[in-house]
């Protein structure tokens, strides 16, 4: 059995495409390269891969469509998005909708290649050990590390790799605080600006997604980092 990431890359731009696809299988993943998000979804429904890498701007369905899509549908696959548009509104945006994370273009290939292995490493560490009886009751709520699953009574809720692992980190750190800069080193590899706003907006997702239980606060220590607490 091969032990190769199965990555699936969403890309119209031919040269981009069909160079990136050439590294990438040179560095041991196993890629299949589609050039549109039609044909991306159309391959999620048939086959599984270990991760997916999609360009925003795409023929036919774009990647935020695409992510949109595939989120509603339940996969929590790990998503990387690609874009050349550099306002932090656009970027917000894919994590608002489910994207793990995101990467301006032009880009290296090793850049790409180190985002790819900490998302994985990261998703693989917050499940390491655990199954699907394994849960963590926060209140109200029972949140599965291994599925990212998070329920609330009868209700049931799908989180992206990258919200249920900050969800773990808030729910098992020590003394109930969440470092700020650790966590954006660990799971972005980097504590500038724009990764601390990417931050925020998975923890402002996790307030809402936690209000059904009014005990729930997540609160912000001011350049510290992140308390979760139940009243």
Not at 167 to 183: G, Q, V, W
Request: charged residues 30%; glycine residues 6%.
């Amino acid at each position: 059995m091969s032990n190769k990431i199965k990555l699936l890359y969403l890309e119209d731009d031919a040269l981009l495409g069909e160079v990136t696809t050439d590294m990438l299988t040179r560095d041991g993943f196993a890629v299949k390269w589609v050039t549109n998000g039609v044909e991306g979804l159309e391959i999620t429904n048939d086959e599984s891969f270990d991760i997916v890498v999609a360009d925003i701007m795409m023929p036919k369905l774009d990647g935020y469509t695409f992510l949109k899509t595939l989120r509603d549908s339940g996969n929590d696959i790990p998503i990387i998005l690609l874009s050349a548009r550099v306002l932090t509104e656009d970027v917000l945006k894919g994590f608002e909708i489910g994207a793990d994370d995101y990467i301006r273009k032009p880009f290296s290939i090793e850049e790409l290649i180190a985002r790819i292995h900490r998302i994985l490493r990261n998703s693989s560490t917050a499940s390491s050990g655990l199954n699907e009886k394994n849960t963590i009751s926060i209140g109200e709520y029972e949140y599965s590390p291994h599925s990212y699953k998070l329920k609330h009574k009868e209700e049931s809720f799908n989180l992206s790799p990258r919200a249920g692992e900050i969800l773990y980190l808030l729910a098992t750190s020590k003394d109930n605080l969440l470092p700020r800069k650790e966590t954006l080193i660990n799971l972005w590899g980097d504590d500038n600006f724009f990764n601390g706003r990417s931050l925020d907006v998975f923890i402002s997702k996790l307030r809402k997604q936690l209000s059904r239980d009014p005990r729930i606060s997540i609160i912000n220590i001011r350049a510290t980092g992140y308390r979760l607490v139940i009243s």
